[in-house]
Each structure stands twice: as structure tokens, then as C-alpha cells.
């Protein structure tokens, strides 16, 4: 008897294994290939984000698909490679139709973090062995990041021997290639970002919630890079119940109410964390918040297993803010001068002076407790934008909105942003914050 499938437009991957010894299994959805015709394998894509802590009650799927059927899936460990061949050679001969319809099917080198798998007589009892062991296993890029987890989690299920690797998070892949893909100039936030929730994301008992603290002048990436965190970690972005983005200048305008912004904070965050296990905080503009309103904050970014009841050491809080722009600045034009190339900058070299300049700037944030007691864990500086990088967020915007572009309309683009300092031009003043707006000239 088939199974219902789910609603017209929605994303669920089922599988199902029945039948006598030899058993039939099935793997079913609509999944016509692009250029083909269906094929035996099918395959219901999820659109799931991948970490338990932000999906909570839902990380168990569709009731009558995914984690109930997979108890279907055998009996012993002996039964799987009996029984199950053929779903082997069903996914394996998907990976071949879709390589001919020119998706690109990558074996990649996996590593993870060894978790203990509980053993029992039934596999709906059994978890995922997330083993950091050498191995190869296979990705599509045509799909989504919680598709290959499904289809992955899968294979590594029944064949273990040939996968014999934890994937690497799909949540880190997606981030990682979004970051090199549509962030451009900033080497530095690209490495540290990616460390830094690689490493939290990993640790499943983390001491304290992850700070991270972006800086740079207006347009160099600092919001689009937190909107970035926010849509590889949650489902909608900024728009997911467990993402809460507070702007300063908004949300917290008047100094009279100090008060009342604070037991609302208090409580929005108290009740995002108590929803979702793993919740992200962004505060835009965060030198304009209040120091009390800041010092607020830090029982939940500290070194508690509780507050109040509740455990906060798996939320991010990301805080946006201009301080230390200048110094940053400064820094690249020096070694434009020296004839070094941007990349050549390290962290070592900007890190201290961003924490220096946190320190003596005026402002709440440099007058909270959150900088003087050490809870931020990076400070991460985001470059002045040149010429050829205004080049690309132009590229990036007109591909954004499907329009044809020349190479002559990417250079009148950039040409059309004011640059410094005076005598080289190097560096865009507003980075590629206009440059959305600005090809609105060059449509049709």
C-alpha cells in the first residue's frame, strides 16, 4: 500500500523497505531530473534545516515518513547489506542520470566528530554514527543542504563500510560556499566566521554562547554576512522565530525608557531561547545600544550552565558595529603602500587594534561589561572595498535580478561610487551599499 505523499509543493524525502526475506524497498517523491525522464529512484528533497537544537519537536519529520520508516529499514546490521543492494544501486545509478544531465557530483573528504552509536534491537532506536574516520562519500550540488543530509544519512545507514565518514555539517558547507561565492573582499570574516560556527556547532556541550563582533565601515559586508549566518543555520533567515535582529536606532531609541527596552529584551530573548535550543541574536549598530541595556545581555553570553532556568550556552550573538573602521582602514592602505596584497593581512594584525579601539571608543558598547569582561570571542574586521570588489557586487546584483551585463556596464558602476583617500582612490566610501540601487539605471 503506498504511501500518501505530502502536499502539492511541499519537500519530504520518505523511505520505505518492505516485503517478504528478500524484501522491496522503495525510495519515492517527485524528483524528475533535469533533462530525463523520472526514473526508479525517486526522491521527496526536504527542505529542513539540518541541527535538531533549531527544529525541535519537528527534527523527527513527517510522522509517517522519515524516522518512523526508517525502522523499516532492517533488523540486524546483517539484513541491510542483504536485503538493500538495490537501493545502493538505485542512488548510485540517480548520482550517474544526474552527472549526464550536467550535475556535478562531488566525492568529498569528510570529517567529523565521533559520536557513540547506542546499539539495540531495533533501528528506530539506533543514531547516526558520526564517525571522524577516512572516508569518501558523495554530494549534489543541485540540491538542497538538507536533501544531501537526508539522501547521505541514508547511505551511511546501510552501507557504513563505504561511507565510513561523518558528511561534513551540510549547514557549514552551505555557509562556506555562500560566503566565497557572494562575500567578496574579506579573506579575514570568511575564515573566522566559518571557524568560529564550525567549531561552536560541533561542540554539543558549548561552556558559553558564541560571541562574534563585526567591524568595518558602511557597506563592507557586516549585515549581509549575520543575514548569511541566519539562512544556512534557520529556515526563513532573519525571519525564523529563533533569529531575533534588533537595530539600535530603532528598537531602542529614547534613553528615558532604558527600563523598559530592557525587560523587553530580557524577555525576547528569555523567550526565543526557550523556544528554540539554538537561537541567534544580531544587534545592528550595536555602539549606539545603551551600556545598561548591553550589560543586560551578559548573563546569557556568560559562563553559566543557567539562568533563571534556562540554558543559553547554544544561542549566537552577533553584534554589528562601525567601530574601528578607521584603524582597519588605515591598516590596508599601509600595505597597498608597502606593495603587499590585502590578503597578506592576518588577524594578528587587526585584532588587537579592534579591541583597543572598542575599548577607548565612546559609546555603550565600549562602556559595557561584555568587552571588559572578555565575552566576545572574535572581533572580526571586514576591509575597505576596492574598485574590482564594487566590480562584483555589481555582477552579483544584476545576476540577482536576471538582467544581461556588460563588462563596460560593471566598470560605469563602480566608476559612479565615491572613493578615498583623495589622492589614490582606492577604497569605495560606501563599500557596495548603493550598488543594488544603482543598476536600476542600466534596465531596460
Not at 13 to 38: D, K, N, Q
Not at 39 to 63: D, F, I, N, R
Amino acid at each position: 500500500m503506498p504511501l500518501p505523499g505530502p502536499r502539492e509543493g511541499s519537500h519530504t524525502i520518505c523511505v520505505r523497505a518492505t516485503g517478504t526475506e528478500h524484501g522491496t524497498s522503495t525510495l519515492w517523491g517527485s524528483w524528475p531530473p533535469p533533462g530525463g525522464a523520472l526514473k526508479t529512484v525517486k526522491l521527496w528533497m526536504s527542505a529542513l534545516p539540518p541541527h535538531q537544537e533549531v527544529l525541535g519537536k519537528y527534527y523527527q519529520g513527517h510522522p509517517e515518513c522519515f524516522w518512523v520508516l526508517m525502522r523499516h529499514f532492517c533488523h540486524t546490521r546483517k539484513c541491510l547489506r542483504r536485503h538493500l543492494e538495490h537501493i545502493r544501486v538505485g542512488i548510485k545509478g540517480a548520482a550517474a542520470l544526474q552527472s549526464s544531465a550536467g550535475v556535478v557530483w562531488k566525492r568529498t573528504k569528510l570529517r567529523g566528530e565521533e559520536r557513540r552509536r547506542e546499539e539495540s534491537g531495533g533501528c528506530e532506536e539506533r543514531t547516526w554514527k558520526k564517525a571522524g574516520l577516512e572516508g569518501d562519500f558523495f554530494q549534489l550540488d543541485s540540491l538542497s543542504n538538507m536533501s544531501r543530509y537526508y539522501l547521505n544519512y541514508v547511505y551511511c545507514n546501510i552501507w557504513e563500510e563505504e561511507c565510513r565518514s561523518q558528511q561534513e555539517d551540510p549547514t557549514i558547507q552551505g555557509l562556506e560556499r555562500d560566503l566565497e561565492e557572494k562575500l567578496h573582499g574579506q579573506h579575514l570574516a570568511k575564515e573566522v566566521v566559518v571557524n568560529a560556527v564550525r567549531g561552536f556547532l560541533k561542540n554539543s556541550m558549548p561552556e558559553k554562547a558564541l560571541a562574534l563582533s563585526f567591524h568595518g565601515w558602511s557597506g563592507t559586508g557586516k549585515n549581509f554576512v549575520g543575514r548569511m549566518i541566519a539562512e544556512n543555520l534557520y529556515r526563513g533567515g532573519v525571519k525564523n522565530e529563533c533569529v531575533r535582529l534588533y537595530i539600535a536606532p530603532f528598537h531602542f531609541p529614547h534613553a528615558k525608557l532604558l527600563d523598559v527596552y530592557r525587560v523587553q529584551l530580557m524577555e525576547g530573548i528569555k523567550t526565543t531561547v526557550q523556544n528554540c535550543q539554538q537561537a541567534l541574536f544580531i544587534f545592528d549598530e550595536a555602539e549606539k545600544m545603551h551600556p545598561g541595556l548591553l550589560d543586560t545581555i551578559k548573563p546569557y553570553m556568560d559562563y553559566y550552565d543557567n539562568v533563571d532556568g534556562t540554558d543559553f550556552r547554544k544561542s549566537i550573538f552577533i553584534f554589528l558595529s562601525n567601530i574601528g573602521g578607521s584603524a582597519i582602514n588605515e591598516l590596508a592602505l599601509d600595505i597597498w603602500h608597502s606593495g603587499q596584497d590585502r590578503e597578506d593581512i592576518a588577524m594578528d594584525d587587526l585584532e588587537p587594534r579592534l579591541r583597543n579601539d572598542v575599548l577607548e571608543s565612546q559609546g555603550g558598547f565600549s562602556q559595557s561589561r561584555l568587552v571588559s569582561g572578555n565575552l566576545i570571542d572574535f572581533f572580526v574586521p571586514f576591509l575597505p572595498m576596492e574598485y574590482r570588489h564594487v566590480k562584483l557586487c555589481a555582477r552579483d546584483a544584476f545576476r540577482a535580478r536576471e538582467v544581461d551585463y556588460t563588462e563596460q556596464m560593471l566598470d560605469e558602476v563602480a566608476k559612479g561610487m565615491v572613493y578615498f583617500p583623495k589622492e589614490e582612490k582606492l577604497f569605495s566610501t560606501q563599500g557596495c551599499k548603493s550598488v543594488p540601487q544603482r543598476i536600476s539605471f542600466f534596465l531596460p
